[in-house]
Protein backbone atom coordinates (compact mmCIF):
# COMPACT_ATOMS: atom_id res chain seq x y z
CA UNK A 1 0.00 0.00 0.00
CA UNK A 2 1.22 3.26 -0.59
CA UNK A 3 2.17 5.40 2.31
CA UNK A 4 0.01 8.58 2.79
CA UNK A 5 1.58 12.31 3.49
CA UNK A 6 -0.39 13.65 6.60
CA UNK A 7 -0.20 17.10 8.05
CA UNK A 8 -0.93 17.21 11.92
CA UNK A 9 -3.67 19.76 12.87
CA UNK A 10 -3.97 20.44 16.75
CA UNK A 11 -6.18 23.39 16.85
CA UNK A 12 -9.64 21.59 15.88
CA UNK A 13 -12.15 24.79 17.97
CA UNK A 14 -15.21 25.07 15.80
CA UNK A 15 -14.19 23.17 12.37
CA UNK A 16 -14.14 19.48 14.03
CA UNK A 17 -17.50 18.44 13.13
CA UNK A 18 -17.38 19.78 9.70
CA UNK A 19 -13.93 17.98 9.72
CA UNK A 20 -15.49 14.62 10.84
CA UNK A 21 -18.82 15.05 8.44
CA UNK A 22 -16.40 15.39 5.20
CA UNK A 23 -14.24 12.74 6.01
CA UNK A 24 -17.00 10.36 7.27
CA UNK A 25 -20.37 9.98 5.30
CA UNK A 26 -23.16 8.34 7.38
CA UNK A 27 -26.50 7.48 6.64
CA UNK A 28 -29.41 9.80 7.35
CA UNK A 29 -31.79 8.93 10.56
CA UNK A 30 -35.02 10.05 11.42
CA UNK A 31 -35.53 10.42 14.69
CA UNK A 32 -39.25 10.11 16.04
CA UNK A 33 -40.68 11.29 19.52
CA UNK A 34 -43.86 12.33 20.50
CA UNK A 35 -44.77 15.78 21.97
CA UNK A 36 -46.81 16.93 24.83
CA UNK A 37 -50.08 17.49 22.72
CA UNK A 38 -49.62 13.83 21.63
CA UNK A 39 -48.82 14.71 17.67
CA UNK A 40 -45.59 13.22 16.31
CA UNK A 41 -42.65 14.97 15.90
CA UNK A 42 -39.43 14.14 13.55
CA UNK A 43 -35.65 15.67 13.60
CA UNK A 44 -32.97 14.50 11.13
CA UNK A 45 -29.85 13.47 12.37
CA UNK A 46 -26.71 11.88 11.03
CA UNK A 47 -25.18 10.69 14.15
CA UNK A 48 -26.17 7.25 15.26
CA UNK A 49 -24.58 4.35 15.74
CA UNK A 50 -25.12 1.09 18.21
CA UNK A 51 -23.41 -0.73 21.07
CA UNK A 52 -23.99 -4.87 20.77
CA UNK A 53 -25.02 -5.78 23.95
CA UNK A 54 -27.33 -7.03 25.79
CA UNK A 55 -29.02 -4.95 26.04
CA UNK A 56 -28.73 -3.53 22.66
CA UNK A 57 -28.81 0.32 22.31
CA UNK A 58 -28.81 2.81 19.83
CA UNK A 59 -26.87 5.90 20.71
CA UNK A 60 -28.24 8.68 18.74
CA UNK A 61 -25.91 12.23 19.42
CA UNK A 62 -28.34 15.36 18.45
CA UNK A 63 -29.13 19.12 18.94
CA UNK A 64 -32.55 19.48 18.44
CA UNK A 65 -34.29 21.49 21.15
CA UNK A 66 -37.74 19.78 20.91
CA UNK A 67 -36.72 16.26 20.13
CA UNK A 68 -34.50 16.42 23.13
CA UNK A 69 -37.08 17.67 25.57
CA UNK A 70 -39.70 15.31 24.17
CA UNK A 71 -37.06 12.24 24.97
CA UNK A 72 -36.26 13.29 28.25
CA UNK A 73 -39.68 13.89 29.22
CA UNK A 74 -41.09 10.25 28.00
CA UNK A 75 -37.72 8.01 27.78
CA UNK A 76 -38.82 7.10 24.32
CA UNK A 77 -37.94 7.35 20.89
CA UNK A 78 -37.75 5.59 17.39
CA UNK A 79 -34.93 5.63 14.97
CA UNK A 80 -35.87 5.88 11.19
CA UNK A 81 -33.31 4.68 8.79
CA UNK A 82 -34.08 7.30 5.78
CA UNK A 83 -33.82 6.15 1.65
CA UNK A 84 -33.12 8.00 -0.66
CA UNK A 85 -36.84 8.54 -1.59
CA UNK A 86 -37.14 9.80 2.06
CA UNK A 87 -34.22 12.89 0.99
CA UNK A 88 -36.91 15.80 0.67
CA UNK A 89 -38.81 14.74 4.24
CA UNK A 90 -35.42 14.43 5.75
CA UNK A 91 -34.44 17.68 4.54
CA UNK A 92 -37.42 19.50 5.66
CA UNK A 93 -37.85 17.89 8.97
CA UNK A 94 -33.53 18.52 9.03
CA UNK A 95 -34.15 22.09 8.43
CA UNK A 96 -37.43 23.35 10.31
CA UNK A 97 -37.84 23.49 14.40
CA UNK A 98 -40.22 21.68 16.37
CA UNK A 99 -39.64 25.24 18.06
CA UNK A 100 -41.89 27.40 15.82
CA UNK A 101 -44.56 24.80 15.68
CA UNK A 102 -46.04 21.36 14.18
CA UNK A 103 -43.93 20.19 11.44
CA UNK A 104 -46.61 19.51 8.87
CA UNK A 105 -45.97 21.10 5.62
CA UNK A 106 -44.57 17.67 3.78
CA UNK A 107 -47.29 14.89 4.29
CA UNK A 108 -45.93 11.45 5.91
CA UNK A 109 -47.54 8.21 6.44
CA UNK A 110 -46.27 6.71 10.16
CA UNK A 111 -47.69 4.61 13.33
CA UNK A 112 -47.24 4.54 16.83
CA UNK A 113 -45.03 1.98 17.53
CA UNK A 114 -45.90 -1.07 19.60
CA UNK A 115 -43.62 -0.60 22.13
CA UNK A 116 -43.46 2.50 22.53
CA UNK A 117 -45.28 6.02 21.80
CA UNK A 118 -43.04 7.01 19.24
CA UNK A 119 -43.78 7.49 15.17
CA UNK A 120 -42.85 4.87 13.07
CA UNK A 121 -42.55 5.89 9.18
CA UNK A 122 -44.08 4.34 6.67
CA UNK A 123 -41.48 4.79 3.74
CA UNK A 124 -38.60 3.29 6.09
CA UNK A 125 -37.25 0.36 5.75
CA UNK A 126 -35.85 -0.24 9.06
CA UNK A 127 -37.07 1.57 12.11
CA UNK A 128 -35.73 1.00 15.85
CA UNK A 129 -38.03 1.53 18.54
CA UNK A 130 -36.39 2.70 21.66
CA UNK A 131 -36.51 3.03 25.74
CA UNK A 132 -33.78 5.50 27.38
CA UNK A 133 -31.28 4.31 29.11
CA UNK A 134 -28.82 6.14 29.30
CA UNK A 135 -28.21 10.40 28.40
CA UNK A 136 -25.19 12.71 28.36
CA UNK A 137 -24.60 16.12 27.21
CA UNK A 138 -21.50 17.80 25.67
CA UNK A 139 -21.93 21.08 24.85
CA UNK A 140 -25.09 21.73 22.86
CA UNK A 141 -25.41 17.81 21.80
CA UNK A 142 -27.14 15.78 23.81
CA UNK A 143 -26.48 11.71 23.54
CA UNK A 144 -28.97 9.78 23.90
CA UNK A 145 -28.70 5.62 24.91
CA UNK A 146 -31.87 3.92 23.86
CA UNK A 147 -32.59 0.28 24.66
CA UNK A 148 -34.07 -1.27 21.56
CA UNK A 149 -37.36 -2.51 22.27
CA UNK A 150 -38.76 -3.36 18.69
CA UNK A 151 -37.36 -3.40 15.08
CA UNK A 152 -40.06 -2.93 12.36
CA UNK A 153 -38.21 -3.95 9.02
CA UNK A 154 -39.52 -4.14 5.23
CA UNK A 155 -41.18 -7.31 5.14
CA UNK A 156 -39.47 -7.54 1.09
CA UNK A 157 -36.45 -8.30 3.67
CA UNK A 158 -37.87 -10.43 6.39
CA UNK A 159 -35.15 -12.77 8.07
CA UNK A 160 -36.06 -16.43 8.35
CA UNK A 161 -37.09 -17.64 12.00
CA UNK A 162 -36.04 -20.95 12.65
CA UNK A 163 -32.62 -20.02 14.40
CA UNK A 164 -30.59 -17.18 15.93
CA UNK A 165 -27.88 -18.59 13.61
CA UNK A 166 -30.50 -18.60 10.56
CA UNK A 167 -30.86 -14.84 10.96
CA UNK A 168 -27.90 -14.20 11.70
CA UNK A 169 -26.24 -15.55 8.59
CA UNK A 170 -29.61 -13.93 6.89
CA UNK A 171 -28.75 -9.94 7.65
CA UNK A 172 -25.23 -10.49 6.73
CA UNK A 173 -26.47 -11.27 3.26
CA UNK A 174 -28.76 -8.69 2.73
CA UNK A 175 -27.92 -6.12 -0.31
CA UNK A 176 -27.36 -3.12 0.93
CA UNK A 177 -28.78 -1.77 -2.36
CA UNK A 178 -32.38 -2.98 -1.50
CA UNK A 179 -32.39 -0.74 1.11
CA UNK A 180 -31.01 2.45 -0.68
CA UNK A 181 -30.06 4.43 2.49
CA UNK A 182 -29.76 7.84 1.95
CA UNK A 183 -26.16 9.07 2.93
CA UNK A 184 -24.72 12.28 4.30
CA UNK A 185 -21.79 14.45 3.30
CA UNK A 186 -21.56 17.64 4.44
CA UNK A 187 -20.26 19.04 0.89
CA UNK A 188 -22.13 17.02 -1.14
CA UNK A 189 -25.69 17.21 0.81
CA UNK A 190 -27.02 13.27 -0.07
CA UNK A 191 -25.80 10.45 -2.34
CA UNK A 192 -26.98 6.75 -2.04
CA UNK A 193 -24.28 3.36 -1.80
CA UNK A 194 -22.01 2.90 -4.50
CA UNK A 195 -21.02 -0.02 -5.97
CA UNK A 196 -19.52 -3.13 -3.95
CA UNK A 197 -15.74 -2.84 -3.74
Known amino acids: MKKVQKQSIPQLDGIFHHVVWTIT ?10 NEDGTPNLSTITCVSNTPGPPENIIASMIAKRTIANIQRTGEFSVNLCNVEMAFLADYVGSVSGEDGAKDAMS ?8 ARVPVLDASHCVFECKLSHAHAIGLFHTFF ?15 TDSQEAVIKWFRSIDIHKMDPLVYHSALKYFRVGEKV
Open 146 to 160: GEVVNLHIDTNLTPP
Open 25 to 34: PRPVWIVGTC
Open 108 to 115: YGFAWGEK
